[in-house]
Nanobody, 124 residues
Framework: QVQLAESGGGLVQTGGSLRLSCAVS????????MGWFRQAPGKEREFVAA????????LYADSVQGRFTISRDNAKSTVHLQMSGLKPEDTAHYYC?????????????????WGQGTQVTVSS
């Protein structure tokens, strides 16, 4: 069984930074594609970023490109999302997800395991 636990959310002012972390328990972390998604109240869950097994060629949503950076540490079974230049529209519940696939994917339906999420609130 794979379990994911996010941390690092909080309240930050516009233009600030936060670093989200996701700790993954279970075997074979290195073979999972890892992704970050977010969901704001009244909206559907949306893709934020994803990264493949070896960390190359990460995918980003257009809305976060250039501001967010996804990374992973296979030795520690963790994935991070460094967020900078935060805007009020980034306010959402952020989820970490793992997919038993080869390449990063933007579709939440392609992910097999999900964490409980962590709240990010950006004040204007």
């Amino acid at each position: 069984q794979v379990q994911l636990a996010e941390s690092g959310g909080g309240l930050v002012q516009t233009g600030g930074s936060l670093r989200l972390s996701c700790a993954v328990s279970g075997r074979f972390f290195s073979v999972y594609v890892m992704g970050w998604f977010r969901q704001a109240p009244g909206k559907e869950r949306e893709f934020v970023a994803a990264i493949g097994w070896l960390g190359g060629n990460p995918l980003y949503a257009d809305s976060v490109q250039g501001r967010f950076t996804i990374s992973r540490d296979n030795a520690k079974s963790t994935v991070h999302l460094q967020m900078s230049g935060l805007k009020p529209e980034d306010t959402a519940h952020y989820y970490c997800a793992a997919a038993r696939s080869v390449v990063p994917d933007t579709r939440p339906t392609q992910y097999d395991y999900w964490g409980q999420g962590t709240q990010v609130t950006v004040s204007s």
